[in-house]
């Protein structure tokens, strides 16, 4: 609310909140929540025809192009059914559907009604430029200062009905508050002009006969005409939109999601706005983006996974004094890589960490002082310390492939004194060298320089124990530390081994020895090994549900449950890079701990405000509640299934399990009965039609049972006593809502 004053008070009070709400001003917060809407909630087929690509609409120019498209996940329906309702059973999809139509109804306007009916399927967003005006009053240390010009954008939303859309558009912008302007014409096509109420910005839309285009900038919506017809260039046609977007092995017809930004345009914005606040970027920084021109990606989604690609290119990529150093490197995957076990759940490999860091130092040393001050103290404490040089004694030597990875990753068994008896994780290093002689000498020098610490300080500590395994050396030593955590040191070859216990360098040493033990032959691996394109120069895997299905009770963890795995490579190019992503996801699996997650951490949030409350004991709730959340919505779905009809309170357990998917839901955490099923459902409401129910906000739909599996519908005498948790028992409602309190409601 403006103050209250004289009116030129009040204008200026006006003008401001507009400024300061120009990056993201009311109507594109509308059109972005429409366009994220229309890839969930889109019910119809198109009724016209789509280009494959929005890109021909956009300006040549745009420094950053987004588009958003369904039609791939709407051509294969079918196969994208299960996710279709463990999505709508979800309660985050009714987080998000009450938030848009709360949105919505601020406006007086509808989804269903004043949207969907027109909204096509591909939805794109660019900005045209990164002109930004920001007045020297403004640079006062605020985070987000007033501007006097923002960026031009352009939004294109694709539309079943220009008709019904050109209506809809203009109620949109009065229930909006946005002030209707004049109108114009041109190519044929009318301009419609508004603006929001206190300020100068204009917007300008118009409608085709499948296309609407939006901009604050009216020579953006002409231009975008123009390209309609045929006339003039188009971003499509851009030959770094070619490069990163059309050669990627994602066919574009495939992507959900393509992006792509022009360097060039993305910097020449950044430094023009840092110029405003007397900053200035270092030449190196320069010096390497001259070598790029562009960054594109896409994203496509299968019932089962998720792919993804970024590329980066430069006309001049090919000079690039770095990617011509690291061309010559080998791929990764070899020895080093080799020697990480079968049974390892995250691995990450690279190439040369001394080369890489060689090119990289300048850069970094240069454009961030307080780094540069960071990395001479460490170098001369650790000099201090123990007489080994960062630079040379750490980093210098790793020439080859450098290997890390996580295994055995399991729940530590637990000593009297509460304190872990065993390391929840191995893990492992595995370091090439240059010759056997470098290794040997680094090796013996790290060994000998950490025992003189011990020694100097004093330390009741054990010298370096030696130990062999399977005819190969190596050296332990326990350190002081509340855990079992031990440091231990061998070399194979080339290869130097660090690992954090005795038995898992004895798992390393036995992987590298024999292939049948190696991470190469773990099927996960060589399935997700199938994504690379060519030989990478790096690698990222991952079994997250490997990792989740060990620690069931830790909150998150049930979102990890559903990643299968995930692998991500990278690969140098003549003229740039390319890096290709691929997660396996079990997508019930994974919204039902999306879930959880989120109203678990609405629970933490809200018991960290109140103060009260253990970990454990809320989690547990979170979970319940979440649980209920999607019986209840699942049981909405099957009325809407079934003409209105509410499912039968003797059958409902079977009924619903289509709707839920995973049969985890029906478990209360703190139901210790060992039953199947925790939760009853109002027996007043068997059968019944949905529409008949008086006040579907305040009657119980489901409840926590007081006999889980043998009482699965019943009233109020039949909720459990005394309540499962803290806040009560959870109760779910006629309309979806879920909550819990400790005195049972009317039923």
């Not at 509808?110 to 007045?135: A, E, Q, R, T, Y």
């Not at 007043?684 to 519908?713: D, H, M, W």
Request: hydrophobic letters at 40%.
């Amino acid at each position: 609310m403006t103050n209250t004053g004289d009116l030129e008070q009040v204008e200026v009070g006006m003008e401001t909140r507009a400024r300061r709400n120009l990056l993201l001003p009311m109507l594109i917060i509308i059109v972005l929540l429409l366009g994220a809407a229309a890839l969930a909630y889109l019910k119809y087929l198109p009724r016209t025809d789509f280009p494959e690509s929005l890109a021909i609409y956009a300006p040549p120019e745009s420094v950053v192009y987004i588009s958003l498209d369904a039609r791939p996940i709407i051509n294969r329906s079918k196969e994208f059914e299960p996710l279709v309702k463990a999505w709508k059973a979800s309660s985050m999809n009714a987080k998000l559907k009450a938030a848009l139509e709360e949105e919505l109804k601020a406006g007086s306007m509808n989804f269903d009604k004043d949207i969907l009916p027109w909204l096509g399927p591909v939805f794109g967003f660019v900005l045209c430029d990164l002109d930004i005006s920001i007045p020297p009053a403004a640079l006062s240390g605020r985070a987000l200062p007033d501007m006097e010009k923002v960026p031009a954008f352009l939004a294109m939303l694709t539309t079943r009905d220009a008709r019904l859309a050109r209506s809809s558009l203009a109620k949109i912008a009065e229930k909006s508050g946005l002030k209707a302007g004049k109108k114009a014409s041109y190519g044929g096509f009318e301009l419609a002009y508004v603006r929001p109420k206190g300020s100068k910005e204009e917007f300008i839309y118009t409608v085709t006969d499948n296309m609407v285009f939006i901009s604050n900038r009216v020579q953006q919506v002409k231009a975008a005409l123009d390209r309609l017809k045929g006339k003039g260039p188009n971003l499509a046609v851009r030959e770094a939109y070619k490069k990163v977007v059309a050669t990627q092995s994602i066919a574009p017809k495939e992507q959900v999601l393509t992006c792509y930004v022009s360097m060039h345009g993305y910097m020449k914005g950044i430094q023009s706005l840092l110029s405003d606040s007397g900053v200035k970027l270092p030449d190196s920084y320069n010096e390497q983006l001259k070598y790029v021109d562009a960054f594109g990606g896409g994203v496509s989604v299968e019932p089962k996974s998720i792919k993804m690609e970024l590329l980066a290119w430069g006309k001049q990529g090919a000079e690039n004094p770095m990617l011509k150093v690291m061309s010559k490197l080998p791929s990764v995957g070899g020895r080093a890589f080799q020697f990480l076990p079968r049974q390892t759940s995250v691995a990450i490999t690279g190439q040369s960490p001394a080369l890489q860091w060689s090119l990289v130092k300048p850069s970094m040393m240069q454009a961030n002082p307080q780094f540069k001050k960071t990395w001479l103290q460490a170098s001369a404490g650790l000099k201090k310390a123990c007489g080994l040089d960062l630079e040379q004694d750490i980093i210098g030597w790793m020439t080859g492939e450098f290997s890390l990875g996580a295994f055995d990753i399991k729940q530590p068994a637990m000593g009297p004194d509460g304190m872990p008896m065993t390391m929840p994780v191995e893990l492992a290093i595995v370091i090439e060298g240059k010759s056997d002689a470098i290794v040997k000498a680094k090796i013996a020098k790290i060994r000998n320089a950490v025992q003189n610490v011990i020694n100097a300080r004093g330390l009741n500590m054990p010298v370096w124990g030696a130990q062999e395994t399977k005819g190969v050396a190596y050296h332990s030593l326990m350190l002081p530390l509340p855990i079992p955590l031990s440091v231990s040191l061998a070399q194979v070859g080339k290869l130097a081994i660090i690992t954090t216990t005795q038995g898992a360098m004895k798992r390393v040493i036995a992987a590298g020895l024999d292939g049948q033990a190696s991470i190469t032959s773990n099927p996960s691996y060589q399935q997700a090994k199938g994504s690379f394109a060519m030989r990478p120069q790096s690698i990222l895997f991952a079994e997250p549900s490997v990792i989740a299905k060990e620690f069931p009770e830790v909150p998150g963890m049930g979102l990890l449950e559903g990643i299968k795995r995930m692998v991500f490579s990278g690969y140098l190019l003549p003229q740039g890079s390319r890096s290709i992503g691929r997660v396996d996801i079990d997508f019930p699996t994974f919204i039902n701990g999306l879930d959880q997650a989120v109203v678990m951490a609405s629970a933490l949030g809200g018991m960290r405000g109140r103060g009260r409350q253990s970990p454990g004991v809320s989690s547990q709730q979170a979970t319940c509640l979440s649980n209920e959340k999607q019986i209840a919505l699942a049981m909405l779905m099957f009325a809407d299934d079934h003409d209105g009809t509410l499912p039968k309170a003797d059958t409902w357990v079977t009924d619903l399990l289509p709707y839920i998917g995973n049969a985890n839901v029906l478990q209360c955490p703190s139901d210790i009965s060992g039953a199947k099923c925790s939760y009853a459902m109002n027996a007043a409401l068997s059968g019944k039609k949905s529409r008949e129910i008086a006040n579907l906000g305040q009657t119980v739909l489901l409840f926590e049972s007081a006999k889980p599996g043998l009482v699965t519908s019943g009233r109020a005498p039949d909720v459990a006593l005394p309540p499962r948790h803290s806040g009560g028992n959870c109760f779910a409602f006629a309309d979806g809502h879920a909550k819990c309190q400790k005195e049972p409601p009317e039923f």
